[in-house]
Nanobody
């Protein structure tokens, strides 16, 4: 009933930029925090950046100053602008949303299908 659809991944050279976008759709009563996680081969999924419904942001230390997260609550979208990309940024990037489906529901986590980001050296 809830879908998170990501777009914008791809192959880029080190130092380049990419912009990821994620759109939430379906039965959504309230959309709380949204964020981006990534998983590199052989590693655990890690938080890259998150943004609350009030606009407060949090970033992994490794991306501070290079990545910027933003959201459009009316459109139920979240974006991640990634600049000065490094090979270690390579991985599958997943959109995450904490949302409530009905006024009687509790907040739950939802995930997108993931989009590949590859940064070549």
């Amino acid at each position: 009933q809830v879908q998170l659809v990501e777009s914008g991944g791809g192959l880029v050279q080190a130092g380049g930029s990419l912009r990821l976008s994620c759109a939430a759709s379906g039965s959504i009563y309230t959309l709380n925090a949204m964020g981006w996680y990534r998983q590199a081969p052989g590693k655990q999924r890690e938080l890259v950046a998150s943004i609350t419904s009030g606009g407060s942001t949090d970033y992994a230390d490794s991306v501070k100053g290079r990545f910027t997260i933003s959201r459009d609550s009316a459109k139920k979208t979240v974006s991640l602008q990634m600049n000065r990309l490094k090979p270690e940024d390579t991985g599958v990037y997943y959109c995450n949303a904490v949302l409530v489906q009905t006024m009687f529901s509790v907040p739950s986590d939802y995930w997108g299908q993931g989009t590949q980001v590859t940064v070549s050296s």
